[in-house]
């Protein structure tokens, strides 16, 4: 997608919200809650002038109250550049953000932190997203529809399509976590690392994109994805999932977003679900319990 692939993506039913309430004191109070409804973070900026008053953050995995403040903080001082009168009010605010799944699942939790945002300042959220990060834009895109979509990067303009995909064999088709959280920035600066002449790579992933909403066997569903991952795994030199961790499966395969960590798709059978948990995955979900 970085460089210009039209890729196929679904719509979860899990997601994040994004509540703001208008409060006396001329400060921005940013709370944010996991699923089970645990604060993991807060911080307290000054306004108008957004500086950092206090932080707290709730982990013992990753990062830093500070760390976490200053990147939010990047992420609205550059929503104000976008947008001048963006936090410029003669009163503060309150703001709770929801989670509906786990963390380190990876399902998108700062693209739709930048989405909502956007959303909340009246912003380009592409524009947003790549003034405070890098990317391709395809979970911004995926936040702001609720059906399948083809998206593609095309002169560095995000170009959106919604298409059908229901999959006539998706009882066939698992979501199978890898009990780690993928940071995409380590995903994007290795596929720049490794990037080399890709022209004809970016053909075939974008025509095989094409085919995925058209398919209806799962034998040639799953040709397809076989033949993604051998392209992907050939571009930034790393072996395929199944080859790498599980080349006993009796299915096919395929990574998601930056390789390496999150969820993997498995076509499978009754007995999908019982050979992950004994390789020590727990968190199995069926196709229709993921895609909304």
């Not at 959303?119 to 524009?127: E, I, L, R, Y």
């Not at 596929?191 to 209806?216: A, D, T, W, Y």
Request: charged content about 25%; glycine content about 6%.
């Amino acid at each position: 997608m970085l460089e210009g692939a039209t890729s196929l993506a679904v719509p979860t039913k899990f997601g994040q919200d994004l509540i703001v309430e208008k409060i006396k004191e001329n400060q921005l109070i940013w709370a944010s809650f996991t699923n089970t409804g645990d604060c993991w973070f807060e911080a307290v900026f000054d306004l108008p002038k957004l500086r950092l008053v206090s932080a707290s953050f709730n982990s013992e995995k990753e990062g830093s109250a500070e760390f976490i403040a200053e990147t939010l903080q990047d992420i609205l001082v550059e929503t104000r550049k976008l947008n001048p009168e963006f936090l410029q009010p003669e009163q503060g605010f309150l703001v709770k953000t929801n989670l509906t799944f786990p963390r380190d699942w990876g399902l998108g939790s700062s693209s739709t932190l930048i989405n909502n945002i956007a959303q909340w300042a009246k912003v380009d959220a592409f524009q947003l997203l790549w003034n405070s990060f890098s990317g391709s834009g395809y979970d911004i895109a995926n936040a702001q529809y609720n059906t399948p979509i083809l998206y593609a990067l095309n002169n560095q303009k995000p170009v959106v399509n919604k298409v059908d995909f229901i999959p006539s064999f998706s009882e066939k088709l698992f979501f199978i976590h890898l009990n780690k959280k993928q940071d995409s920035k380590d995903g994007i600066a290795r596929f720049k690392e490794k990037r080399k002449k890709i022209h004809n790579e970016i053909q075939l992933v974008s025509e095989i994109s094409r085919q995925l909403i058209l398919e209806q066997k799962l034998s040639e569903f799953e040709k397809l994805i076989q033949e993604h991952e051998k392209i992907i795994s050939s571009i930034i030199e790393l072996p395929t999932v199944k080859k790498r961790l599980f080349p006993d499966y009796f299915g096919t395969l395929k990574s998601l977003g930056a390789w390496g960590g999150d969820f993997i798709l498995a076509t499978g059978n009754k007995d999908t679900p019982q050979y992950f948990k004994a390789k020590g995955y727990t968190t199995i979900l069926r196709y229709s319990d993921m895609v909304l």
